[in-house]
């Protein structure tokens, strides 16, 4: 009798395991996945209706998941959009209102506040992996590394920008500005991989003075073009990591200047006849296959359906310095306009979220944080403005998530109230001068209304400065 016992409880054991390994899977956190363009257009995908330049990769994860089409950042720049979306909160209310670049990256008081609480150290306290890829953009000095804001490992440089191959710039085509060309002319002087380019008025930034690339805490030399670097990183924290739920954002430095497209993707994009065009095409198309091999990453270990993906802009394109096209937008980077707000906007969870679907109710990379908090079951123990983005994609929750959205950067301000949109790009103070759009009838801001609607103009400047009550004054 003990042996016919001890050989059922033999032949149970696959069952057994297959049921623990079962439990074990449907107990499993989600992971959380945010991959982050830099300067990206609204209008340049082609899931966003732009055939010039191929991104299946980044399309696929729109044919299989949720296309935003309202979907808007925190600031029409760098750093302030990534301190909203790491923190889900408008970051003027903890005073990051501008964007430190250059030396200003080193200054002890510019950076994200140690008292912040952001999204990774919300996940790594419920048991997350927490890794940053590339650029972080939120201080510089030692106060702010990633590692003191939730990251367990990081990959990366902490400015706002590095070149992706430094001099003498092998593999790649250059594209330079400068303030004047030899003989102090004007124009564009073309060399065979170096092109100079006075356009812009003013020289390239010193991206990668007392700037290198670092991992976890110590500079370390990179050979790869840094888009690849960053997407053989990523890769390997997916392959690493895969037994335990991970939180993984990795924030590209493309397609933000400087202007360099390795030779294989310039061969790609050989058709497009300006060079400069050609350059952002070849940025563009690498950032893509980047990303596919992250999606296949995921696939390949079987995690698809236990990962909520993201893919965003921080902001929008600067279309001179780029020629990134925010189309139909009005505007571009460093603008209050929607050309400099809104965003491509993608989200796919499979199994979870709808596939193929575009989803038109105003939303904000504010809300990550809250939809990441509520799959990872973690505690948020502060006010927020984010919201979870899940019902509302799932419809089980037909409203909107926002009825409104507050700006301010300096002397530019905006408020969008349901579909009414406030602007000033001019003055701070009572003398704003304010400008009054429908954005459901006029998405291009091409028609101002302050004039014909100053009952409305009125009412939404009284809750900007309602709103603008709540924040504080700049850290910096």
């Known amino acids: ?8 409880w033999f032949l149970s054991l696959p069952l057994l395991t297959e049921r623990l390994c079962s439990v074990e899977a449907a107990d499993r956190l989600p992971n959380v996945v945010i991959l982050l363009a830099d300067d990206l257009g609204y209008g340049e995908l082609g899931c966003q209706g732009n055939p010039e330049i191929p991104t299946p990769h980044i399309d696929s994860i729109a044919h299989t998941g949720v ?20 923190t889900g909160k408008i970051p003027t209310r903890f005073g990051y209102e501008f964007n430190p670049i250059g030396a200003r990256n080193e200054d002890p008081a510019a950076g994200l506040p140690p008292g912040e609480r952001t999204l990774a150290e919300m996940l790594q306290d419920v048991g997350y992996a927490t890794a940053l890829i590339g650029k972080w953009h939120q201080g510089g000095a030692a106060i702010y590394h990633p590692f003191r804001h939730g990251f367990d490992e990081f990959f990366g440089f902490t400015h706002e920008g590095h070149f992706f191959v430094p001099p003498p710039y092998h593999g790649v085509t250059t594209m330079l500005r400068r303030k004047a060309l030899p003989g102090n002319e004007r124009g564009r002087w073309t060399g065979d991989r170096l092109i100079l380019t006075t356009h812009m008025g003013h020289s390239e930034p010193d991206y990668d003075a007392n700037n290198p690339i670092i991992r976890g805490g110590q500079p370390v030399e990179e050979d790869l073009y840094l888009t690849d670097a960053f997407t053989r990183e990523a890769v390997d ?3 690493r990591t895969q037994d335990r739920p991970f939180f993984l954002y990795v924030a590209y430095n493309a397609v933000h200047s400087p202007l360099q497209g390795a030779d294989a ?3 790609k ?33 079987g995690l698809e359906e ?14 001179r310095e780029l020629t990134s096209s925010n189309a139909p937008l009005r505007g571009e980077k460093g603008h209050m306009y929607e050309g400099g707000l809104r965003v491509p906007f993608i989200m796919k969870w499979k199994g979870t979220l709808p596939e193929a679907e575009t989803y038109d109710q105003p939303v904000s990379s504010l809300d990550l944080y809250a939809t990441s908090a509520a799959i990872a079951n973690a505690e948020i123990t502060h006010e927020i403005d984010g919201v979870n983005l899940i019902p509302y994609l799932t419809k089980e929750l037909d ?3 926002h009825e409104e ?7 530019r301000s905006a408020l969008r109230s349901g579909d009414w949109k406030i602007v000033n790009m001019t003055r701070r103070g009572p003398d704003k001068d304010w400008e009054l759009y429908n954005l459901s009838e006029d998405l291009s801001e091409e028609t101002n209304l302050a004039t014909s609607q100053p009952e409305r103009l009125q009412d939404l400047i009284e809750r900007w400065e309602q709103l603008n009550s709540e924040m504080r004054e700049p850290l910096f």
Not at 67 to 86: F, H, I, K
Not at 405 to 411: E, M
């Open 306 to 319: 236990d990962t909520l993906i993201v893919f965003l802009s921080d902001n929008g394109g600067p279309t």
């Open 237 to 239: 924290f997916i392959e």
């Open 265 to 267: 993707y310039m061969e």
């Open 399 to 401: 409203s909107r998530p």
């Open 67 to 86: 296309r935003m089409t309202q979907g808007y950042v925190t600031a029409p720049n760098c750093s302030p959009s990534r301190a909203g979306l790491l």
């Open 405 to 411: 959205f507050f700006w301010r950067q300096g002397s």
């Open 1 to 8: 009798m003990r042996f016919l016992c001890m050989l059922l």
């Open 269 to 301: 994009m050989k058709s497009i006849p300006d060079v400069h065009r050609r350059i952002f095409a070849a940025m563009l198309a690498n950032l893509d296959d980047s990303v596919g091999a992250i999606l296949n990453q995921i696939q390949e270990c």
